[in-house]
């Protein structure tokens, strides 16, 4: 039976009364001077986001869940996982697009040289399915022909699209996900998913979901530790997944370190010291939030012998 809806009563609150609200739910606040400040640069309902994890009653959402946090729990403690979720964020947004661009590379050289006779291949119905084809003008070209590179390509050139190495440049991860599951053929998908070292291609489509989902993510400014995917990841060369963890941030990452395994040793060892950094920052500052954030993202600080050892290789 659906639940019964009810009217929402609430109201906008001042800061004085946001602070007032944090202590009666047992946040300690030492000097409101700070907290105001806080509150002005994160805002009320999005520190609350941070705060979760404090409750008595986490992880419920429920009717029985309660406001009131884990005794001792101070607002630097959110303050500190904001931040250190905010740098998670810039962190990956940037070696995944190291990722999002060796993907669209491998799919416009796989495609584009086996069907070299048609530079149009991506809107042809031997190879993508009718219902790309159709929604492929509003759902992506209308968007892609306002860039200056096809605006020129146009202007020369008859045709209604450019050819696959110019479009695809300007389409989405989204875009590139919906092209990659409308090959007709399977033997295509497996062109581009066999450079990654993934011969399921309903694994690699898993992954391509993950990556995408992340970087929306990373770009909208979500919270990103305890992100939970839409789409649940295949078990694959990523790793061994198992059903309830399909749809977890800790197995997103599995992807991310698989993926960019694949294309740069140096630059998977590089993102791990950054996550590594800010992960070891954040203990400094909320030292209890250790087993929290090795349970939701699968971060383990190596000690210091392990770290020398990778240094070293």
Known sequence: MARRKIPYNKRATTYEEQITILRRHGVVISDEAKAREYLADIGY???????????????????????????????????ALYYFDLDLRNILHKYLSRIEVAIRTVFIYELSTKYSGDPTWFVCPSVVKPDFIANFPTAAYNSIKRNDVI??????????????????????????????????????????????????????????????????????????????????????????????????????????DYLLKKISVNRVKDMWDDIYRVTELLYAKAPSLRPLIEDKTGIIIPEIEEKSEIQNS
């Not at 009131?68 to 607002?75: A, S």
């Not at 033997?187 to 992954?207: C, H, I, M, Q, W």
Request: net charge positive.
């Open 151 to 256: 605006k020129r390509h146009h202007k020369i050139y008859l045709g209604q699209y450019a050819p696959a190495w110019k479009t695809m440049e300007y389409m989405t991860l989204g875009n590139i996900e919906i092209l990659y599951d409308s090959l007709i053929l399977n033997k295509d998908k497996k062109l581009v998913s066999n450079r990654f070292g993934e011969p399921a291609t309903a694994t690699f489509k898993s992954y391509l979901s993950a990556i995408r989902e992340v970087r929306n993510a990373c770009a909208h400014g979500k919270t990103l530790f305890d992100l939970n995917l839409f789409t649940g990841i295949r078990r694959g060369k990523a790793g061994n997944f198992q059903c309830i963890n399909r749809h977890t941030f800790r197995e997103a990452m599995a992807v991310v």
């Open 45 to 79: 309902y999005r520190l609350g986001f941070y705060l979760y994890p404090f409750e008595k009653t986490y992880p419920r959402l429920d009717s029985g869940r309660s406001h009131n946090v884990i005794l001792g729990t101070r607002i630097e403690d959110a303050v």
